[in-house]
């Protein structure tokens, strides 16, 4: 990363660290097709399995759960798409009669849902921005078999879901559950199997990996069934050749997450002297999701009369990189969704920004950040100051 500049947006993409970039040039230079016989396709196919046990090993799970995609969206879509249409628990075919999302997902999981020809219904959060398990519980005693996607952490507030709570409200309804992990791995520890969930999704950009290659955990290889067909790749579930040298960088950016999970802590005193100087720089500052368990790293949170935009692009021309909330389409910026679901007006909803740290992230990164708002902050007061009395002249 360019030292002229301060990047706190890793929920977005997270610098890809050294170590991977020098792995992911290795096994391009080995090359070779990892379904050939010969010699460079040995070892291409061996640097696939050896990312794959390390991806399993991030995640709690199996290497025979794992399965390569070329992100989180393609694996949410085959996930979604898979256990709405042809399994249940035990591998017996079913097909869903509806899907229930929280109002918090990724709009990656939004357009898969919407995009299986199924009703699709959206269970609320509450004001701290946690799922309500009492209207799930209710939604799934209205009858019929529900899938419900919950994600593991929110990548707007950083707001960590009881999914192992939901799955167990889920299966005793005799549904199943999808969970979206992507802003959790490498920033908590992750046990699949105390998830509960029966999908799992990982991104190897969130973690310091190269864009290009995800993960899909299944309890059971059997609950999915293929979106991409004409190849025997990945047990015969997603066809095409492997980007070897994407999914090795993942595994070796899953490896450099896993150990860095001890490091939690100092991550999470930077995000809070962070909250701490913003409440003392504006006292109307508000943080979303303190109220619950969040991910160490993320901070979202708004001040009332600040635009998002104008934030992001005023932090911009200062060198520091932030968001106005989840980076899913080019140059959209708008009201968060996800904090409109929260029960966050409007006007404060376009008031709020992202910042989110990792390996890399300093406390001089913290101090720029500090001093490039608040300059940002004097100015627009002193602006409205300015106009107010300008507007009281006129009169």
Not at 23 to 28: C, G, H, P, T
Not at 36 to 65: N, P, T
Not at 91 to 115: F, K, Q, T
Not at 288 to 305: H, I, K
Request: one cysteine or more; a negative charge.
């Amino acid at each position: 990363m360019d030292s002229r500049w301060t990047y706190l947006d890793y929920n977005a993409t997270t610098p890809v660290r050294p170590e991977v970039l020098a792995r992911v040039a290795e096994v391009m230079t080995v090359g070779g097709n990892p379904s050939s016989v010969h010699r460079f396709g040995r070892l291409a196919h061996a640097f696939i399995d050896r990312a794959r046990e390390s991806v399993a090993e991030l995640a709690g799970a199996d290497m025979e759960q794992v399965v390569f995609t070329s992100g989180a969206t393609e694996a949410n879509a085959l996930a979604l798409r898979s256990l709405a249409r042809h399994a249940a628990p035990g591998g017996r075919a079913w097909g869903a009669s509806r899907v229930l999302i929280s109002a918090i997902e990724h709009d990656s999981v939004v357009g898969s849902a919407h995009a299986l020809d199924l009703p699709v219904e959206t269970v609320p959060v509450t004001a701290d921005g946690v799922i309500d398990l009492a209207a799930l519980e209710q939604m799934l005693g209205a009858g019929g078999t529900a899938v419900l996607a919950l994600q593991l952490a929110n990548n707007e507030t950083g707001v960590i879901q009881p999914v192992a709570t939901a799955a167990e409200l889920v299966h005793a309804a005799g549904g199943v559950l999808h969970c979206d992990a992507v802003q959790a791995a490498g920033r908590i520890p992750i046990d699949f199997p105390a998830v509960s969930a029966d999908t799992l999704v990982l991104s190897s950009h969130k973690m310091g990996g190269p864009a290009g290659a995800g993960a899909l955990l299944a309890r059971e290889l059997s609950l999915l069934s293929p979106m991409l067909i004409g190849g025997g790749q990945e047990r015969g579930l997603r066809a095409g050749t492997e980007n070897a040298a994407a999914i090795s960088g993942f595994g070796l950016a899953a490896d450099l997450a896993a150990a860095d999970l001890s490091k939690a802590s100092d991550i999470s005193i930077l995000r809070d002297d962070l909250e701490s100087r913003l409440k003392v720089m504006a006292a109307g500052v508000r943080v979303f999701g303190t109220g619950s368990a969040r991910l160490p790293n993320t901070s979202c949170f708004a001040l009332g009369g600040l635009d998002n935009e104008t934030q992001v692009i005023a932090l911009d021309l200062a060198g520091v990189a932030v968001s106005a909330g989840a980076a899913c389409s080019s140059g959209k910026v708008a009201a968060s969704r996800v904090l409109r679901a929260m029960g966050v007006p409007e006007s404060l909803a376009r008031a709020a920004i992202r910042v989110s740290i990792g390996w890399a992230t300093t406390r001089a990164d913290i101090d720029r950040f500090c001093a490039a708002w608040s300059e940002f902050v004097t100015r627009q007061m002193a602006r409205a100051t300015g106009t107010a009395r300008f507007a009281a002249a006129a009169h």
